[in-house]
């Protein structure tokens, strides 16, 4: 096949600002819907956040029916729950409120009643069949809570597939919900370690999307509709990327320490709203597809501040405690960029060997992650050396995102990376 020339750049309907969720009555309206499908997280039904919402939609005629059985981190399990209440339901149109794993199950429950099948005929190959969406699926806003996966806008739904012991998902363009509604004040009571996992997360989406491989490096899509919908770095996405790893070093930080400063939030979730326009197209790549056997083999960890009834590594958790080792690894494929990316969180790289911009941009990494309270490495969230090959294998067949790495991977530089990776200072 010759090499690709063409990207494709999908946007997502955004509604960004203070009190935005206040015109969720008006946005479903006119998108012709009846009958809504709300689901939430559990943790958040009680909240002042859920009143607002729940306010709003009471202001209309429309009929809506609440599931907040969502689990954090979802599985595949939680998603078929979800996906019977919306068949039963018979609803017209979705909304969701909470975090990326709240989003992510109301587009799985949108696509199954939409378009039933098997669960594993559209999940990602190898672990699935890769089917694509057939068609448009049912209108959907996504309302988030926190500012980090930005879900509401992009065509990803990621899951822990428990049953083969791998966290994996689905990917198309007709999965991105039809608006996301973005709201500072959804955020304020966010609390520290979901604040710090977030918003690395948010870091973690630019760095990888800005050093991925550039789309002209992938082999020419068959067809239009088989161009992936994660496609490698382009210049558009780039602008994206550069203008995020300054938002959220600006800002993270601020939003720890004074957890009600509104502006921080609100960049915060600025922050991740460009990287869902950035990496919704141009994806992600080492870190992210090292982060889900971490994520899904979890044994005892419980990340503080994450209510849950099982065990948790945090999603954003997960990729931050791997990101210094690969982008040691990656910088050779592409000095210049991991530089950029280094001068961009901070580091003073004059006069800095430009072989040396894998390490200028671990050491910016492993600072912010110190300042945030992230865990040392692998070893505090319940890994040992012995774990790194085991864990290598579940990264493996993350092929939609390992194969974006500019620099590619083995079975054996992933053991290594996880082995660098299991204490960071």
Same mark, same amino acid.
């Given at each position: 096949?010759?090499?690709?020339?063409?990207?494709?750049?999908?946007?997502?309907?955004?509604?960004?600002?203070?009190?935005?969720?206040?015109?969720?009555?008006?946005?479903?309206?006119?998108?012709?819907?009846?009958?809504?499908?709300?689901?939430?997280?559990?943790?958040?039904?009680?909240?002042?956040?859920?009143?607002?919402?729940?306010?709003?939609?009471?202001?209309? #005629? @429309?009929?809506?029916?609440?599931?907040?059985?969502?689990?954090?981190?979802? =599985?595949? $399990?939680?998603?078929? %729950? !979800?996906?019977?209440?919306?068949?039963?339901?018979?609803?017209?149109?979705?909304?969701?409120?909470?975090?990326?794993?709240?989003?992510?199950?109301?587009?799985?429950?949108?696509?199954?009643?939409?378009?039933?099948?098997?669960?594993?005929?559209?999940?990602?190959?190898?672990?699935?069949?890769?089917?694509?969406?057939?068609? #448009? @699926?049912?209108?959907?806003?996504?309302?988030?809570?926190?500012?980090?996966? =930005?879900? $509401?806008?992009?065509? %990803? !739904?990621?899951?822990?597939?428990?049953?083969?012991?791998?966290?994996?998902?689905?990917?198309?363009?007709?999965?991105?919900?039809?608006?996301?509604?973005?709201?500072?004040?959804?955020?304020?009571?966010?609390?520290?370690?979901?604040?710090?996992?977030?918003?690395?997360?948010?870091?973690?989406?630019?760095?990888?999307?800005?050093?991925?491989?550039?789309?002209?490096?992938?082999?020419?899509?068959?067809?239009?509709?088989?161009?992936?919908?994660?496609?490698?770095?382009?210049?558009?996405?780039?602008?994206?990327?550069?203008?995020?790893?300054?938002?959220?070093?600006?800002?993270?930080?601020?939003?720890?320490?004074?957890?009600?400063?509104?502006?921080?939030?609100?960049?915060?979730?600025?922050?991740?709203?460009?990287?869902?326009?950035?990496?919704?197209?141009?994806?992600?790549?080492?870190?992210?597809?090292?982060?889900?056997?971490?994520?899904?083999?979890?044994?005892?960890?419980?990340?503080?501040?994450?209510?849950?009834?099982?065990?948790?590594?945090?999603?954003?958790?997960?990729?931050?405690?791997?990101?210094?080792?690969?982008?040691?690894?990656?910088?050779?494929?592409?000095?210049?960029?991991?530089?950029?990316?280094?001068?961009?969180?901070?580091?003073?790289?004059?006069?800095?060997?430009?072989?040396?911009?894998?390490?200028?941009?671990?050491?910016?990494?492993?600072?912010?992650?110190?300042?945030?309270?992230?865990?040392?490495?692998?070893?505090?969230?319940?890994?040992?050396?012995?774990?790194?090959?085991?864990?290598?294998?579940?990264?493996?067949?993350?092929?939609?995102?390992?194969?974006?790495?500019?620099?590619?991977?083995?079975?054996?530089?992933?053991?290594?990376?996880?082995?660098?990776?299991?204490?960071?200072?």
């Amino acid at each position: 096949m010759t090499q690709e020339t063409v990207f494709a750049f999908d946007a997502a309907a955004v509604k960004f600002g203070v009190e935005a969720m206040s015109e969720i009555r008006e946005d479903l309206e006119t998108m012709g819907t009846r009958r809504v499908m709300v689901l939430c997280d559990p943790n958040l039904v009680d909240t002042a956040q859920f009143a607002r919402l729940e306010e709003a939609l009471n202001s209309s #005629p @429309l009929e809506w029916q609440l599931f907040s059985e969502v689990r954090t981190e979802p =599985s595949l $399990e939680s998603f078929e %729950v !979800a996906a019977e209440f919306a068949r039963r339901g018979a609803f017209d149109s979705f909304v969701a409120f909470g975090g990326g794993s709240t989003i992510d199950t109301a587009k799985v429950a949108n696509l199954q009643c939409t378009y039933p099948a098997d669960f594993l005929d559209y999940v990602n190959a190898p672990l699935g069949k890769g089917r694509p969406v057939p068609g #448009p @699926l049912k209108p959907l806003i996504g309302i988030p809570t926190t500012a980090g996966t =930005s879900s $509401e806008i992009t065509g %990803v !739904a990621i899951f822990d597939h428990k049953r083969i012991n791998a966290k994996t998902g689905i990917s198309h363009r007709f999965l991105r919900p039809t608006l996301g509604v973005q709201d500072p004040l959804n955020t304020m009571d966010l609390p520290p370690m979901v604040t710090a996992c977030t918003g690395l997360d948010v870091l973690c989406h630019a760095l990888e999307s800005f050093t991925a491989i550039p789309f002209h490096a992938r082999d020419r899509a068959e067809s239009s509709g088989q161009r992936p919908i994660y496609q490698g770095a382009t210049p558009i996405s780039d602008i994206w990327a550069q203008e995020t790893i300054v938002l959220v070093v600006a800002n993270l930080v601020t939003a720890l320490r004074e957890p009600h400063n509104l502006e921080a939030r609100r960049n915060m979730m600025l922050a991740a709203l460009y990287q869902g326009m950035g990496f919704g197209n141009a994806g992600v790549h080492l870190c992210h597809g090292m982060s889900y056997p971490v994520s899904s083999l979890v044994r005892d960890y419980r990340a503080p501040d994450y209510i849950a009834d099982h065990a948790i590594i945090p999603h954003g958790m997960s990729v931050a405690l791997t990101a210094p080792a690969v982008f040691r690894f990656t910088a050779k494929a592409n000095y210049g960029k991991h530089m950029v990316a280094a001068e961009l969180m901070g580091a003073n790289v004059t006069g800095i060997p430009m072989e040396d911009a894998g390490e200028v941009l671990a050491q910016q990494l492993l600072e912010l992650m110190q300042a945030t309270g992230m865990p040392t490495g692998l070893e505090a969230v319940g890994y040992g050396p012995a774990d790194a090959e085991i864990l290598a294998e579940g990264a493996l067949p993350q092929h939609r995102v390992t194969k974006l790495s500019p620099r590619p991977a083995s079975e054996a530089d992933l053991t290594r990376l996880f082995l660098e990776s299991m204490r960071n200072w």
